[in-house]
Structure formats: C-alpha cells, structure tokens
C-alpha cells in the first residue's frame, strides 16, 4: 500500500478504518484495504470484510479540502442521505468532515457512445434529484445551503484562476488574453438567463458520477451538490458527457416534456467556462486554459454540441 499511498494518506485511511465498528449497517469483522479507485477531487479506497461467509464492500473516501470550489461537507451529507432513501444514491455508512464511507455498489460509468439508450433513464434520475428536498432525510446539522448561481458561481472562478495565476509563474495567465477571454465570454453569457425556482442540484453528473447495473442507475460523488437552477444542472450533463444534439434532446425530453434545447444553451457556455476554469485550477496550464475557453466557449465547441452522425452514437 506505501506505493499506493503516501505516508499521510495511509495515516488518514487507518484513522477512517479504525471506526469500522460505528459504521452502520455495522460490519462484523474489521475491514481490509482492497484497492484505490478513481477519482479527481478525493482520495477513494475500497474497503472489504468477511461478513456471514461473504465478502463485504464499502468505500473509504478521504476528502480534500475543496471549500475554495464550492464543496459544503454539510450540504453534501444531507443531500446524498435524501438521495439515497429515494434509492438514487449509495448509502452513508459513516461520516465524518474529514473523511466518509459509503456503500460500495457495482456497476458500469455511464458511456453516451455506448450507452445511450440509458438517456431517458437518466434524464427521469435527474427529474427526480430536483424534487428532493434533504430537510425530510438529512443530516441534522447540514444547516442552510445558498443557492449557487451559475454566472456568480463563473465569477468566482474568474477570481480564483487569476489569484492563482499570479502564485504560480510556470502557468501564470497572459493577463490580457485571459481579460479578453474573460470579456468576450460575458458578451456571449449577457443573454437572458431564465429566472427559476431552485431546486436542489447534483452539478456535477458526468458519466464518472452515473452507475448503471442491471437494477438501477446510481448517482454518486455529491460534494458539489446545492440549491441551484435546474437548466444548469442538465447543462452540466450534457456537456460532461459530450452529448449530441439527438442525446441531448433526449435527455431532455425525458427530464420535461416540452423542455427545449434552446433554454439549456446558455448554461452549457457557462458551464464549459466554469470547467475550463476547474482544470486549470488542478493543473495550472494557463495554455491549456485559454484554449478550453476559445474552443468549447466562444466557438462552436460543446455551446453547438457535437454532431449528430451515426458514428458518434455507437
């Protein structure tokens, strides 16, 4: 395990490990680290303990400190638990701020070239993540959560990544190009926005996020989760999944009869800026930045959508 994990991460997941007996449901024995999954933000472990004859599985996940990107702890442990009584979610088996452990369920990621017969599904899932309502199932201390607003929530980004740009000079920002950028972007993002009702909002659902089994599809990773506006949410899913115009419409008209691609495009622009932005946060490649803005922003890029060819729905 040293070659999988640092000497400060093994420490945080012995920690984790040493409260198996408060998980609940309770495992009968002391689990064993099994193997790292995947995973951007946090560090994910899948635990196993023998329990009756048969193996049993949970996920240790060790949880950065992404406070600065809009992650609330609080707000996530409410939601996924509401989640998960509505049978969307994997369940908690123990959280704590530091660190959280959830069921492990299997399961293939959610792939639109191969998958896409599973849109309606997904657009029904994500129709009923917006009814939630995580009063009725959350965590006693979550507290309010504000709503994100998707061109505040752009704005923040914009802040962070020249910030960080100035602390990093080997991926420092072009200062003007990236003021150009930022203003052209705004132009194209000055349309009308829909004012709406928020609803709780996963914003984070690409295929990584979506589980698919023979029973049931799964949404998992909620620590971006919040009040927030339904369009943008469907945004997100479109265009982290690289959908189609025929995906995406199907999607849609799964989620809401009557829903029209035309009212998600906006969101989609400030959704591939806030991306952009997120990965240049992780990587600091200032080029690599200014070329997300220029080719999935301001051109035609995921603002289009892809194309709707045969070949791009195998």
Known sequence: MATTLSAADTGRLNQALATWQQWSPAFSSAPQWQAKLGGLSNINILVTAATAGTDRQAVVRLHNNNTHLGVNRHTERSIQACAA?????????YWQQEFSVVEYVTGAHFCPGQDHRQLASIGHCIYAIHQLSPSQGGAPDAGPASALDPQQHLQHY??????????????????????????????????????????????????????????????????????????????????????NKQQATTLLGAYAEGLALQQVRPYLQVYAAIEALWFYLQNGNAAQLQARLTNRVLTNGSSELIDTSPASMK
């Open 85 to 93: 009584q509505a049978g969307i979610a994997p369940a908690w088996l």
């Open 158 to 243: 914009w802040q962070m990544a020249l910030h960080a740009g100035a602390t990093k000079p080997a991926g420092a920002l072009h200062a003007r190009r990236h003021r150009q950028l930022r203003a052209e972007i705004e132009v194209r993002l000055a349309l009308a926005l829909e004012r709406q009702t928020p609803v709780w909002c996963h914003n984070d659902l690409s295929g990584a996020n979506l589980l698919l089994n023979d029973q049931r599809l799964l949404v998992i990773d909620w620590e971006y989760s919040s009040p927030g506006q339904a369009l943008f949410d469907l945004a997100v899913c479109i265009h982290s999944n690289r959908l």
